[in-house]
């Protein structure tokens, strides 16, 4: 069973910056696309940021747009969120997701098929 590892939250002030990394543990691992979602407190998972690991296309929720960026590193099975200009609205747990399955759109959730354990980013005023 595939596992996917994220790292690099943490405590930052509105306007800096954090890099989240994801992982597969295994690098023969093969998806059709990773993810980025985040889930506040009382609030529903919503979806930051995919990337389809063939062709490299991005997408992005609107209000993450110019200040975040989805990257990855093909020898490292690894997948990066490069978090600009954070704001408290931000804050959250991450999840990085993986999809082995094609499908026209990864913006929700469901038919993902691993998640990491998620980690949390906290921004203050």
């Known amino acids: 069973q595939v596992q996917l590892v994220e790292s690099g939250g943490g405590l930052v002030q509105a306007g800096g910056s954090l890099r989240l990394s994801c992982a597969a543990s295994?690098?023969?691992?093969?998806?059709?696309?990773m993810a980025w979602f985040r889930q506040a407190p009382g609030k529903e998972r919503e979806f930051v940021a995919a990337?389809?690991?063939?062709?490299?296309?991005?997408a992005y929720t609107d209000s993450v747009k110019e200040r975040f960026t989805i990257s990855r590193d093909n020898a490292k099975n690894t997948v990066y969120l490069q978090m600009n200009s954070l704001k408290p609205e931000d804050t959250a747990v991450y999840y990085c997701?993986?999809?082995?399955?094609?499908?026209?759109?990864?913006?929700?959730?469901?038919?993902?098929?691993?998640w990491g354990q998620g980690t949390q980013v906290t921004v203050s005023s």
């Open positions: 295994d690098r023969t691992f093969r998806c059709y696309a």
């Open positions: 997701a993986a999809d082995q399955h094609y499908r026209d759109n990864y913006n929700g959730p469901e038919g993902y098929d691993y």
């Open positions: 990337l389809r690991w063939s062709g490299g296309i991005t």
